[in-house]
Nanobody, 113 residues
Framework: QGQLVESGGGLVHSGGSLRLSCAVS????????IDWYRQTPGHEREWVAG???????HYAASVQDRFTISRDNAAHTVNLEMNNLKPEDTAVYYC???????WGQGRQGTVSS
């Protein structure tokens, strides 16, 4: 959907870093919680991290202390910085505005061992 446009991702070795960005249409940017999910083939989409309208970040246990979610007000993006990546982090990553059930188009992040 045009309200969410993702960029970033790619291929890194284990221990490396990737960054994902989700550009959010203005009217939805500040008033909603925005989350990142990921999905691997044959599995359901898994919640990874979220940011409330008051900028409180929260994380799944599997990514705590490795991933950082943040808001860039100037760029109207919600970003996911992923550090110390592991092969099990390989997935298609999606941003999501839950209040309107908007999803981004998905970006691949691949971590090689």
């Amino acid at each position: 959907q045009g309200q969410l446009v993702e960029s970033g991702g790619g291929l890194v070795h284990s221990g490396g870093s990737l960054r994902l960005s989700c550009a959010v249409s203005g009217e939805y940017f500040t008033m909603n919680s925005i989350d990142w999910y990921r999905q691997t083939p044959g599995h359901e989409r898994e919640w990874v991290a979220g940011l409330t309208p008051s900028d409180w970040p929260h994380y799944a246990a599997s990514v705590q202390d490795r991933f950082t979610i943040s808001r860039d007000n100037a760029a109207h993006t919600v970003n996911l910085e992923m550090n110390n990546l592991k092969p099990e982090d390989t997935a298609v990553y999606y941003c999501h505005v839950g209040a309107h059930n908007f999803w981004g188009q998905g970006r691949q992040g691949t971590v090689s061992s």
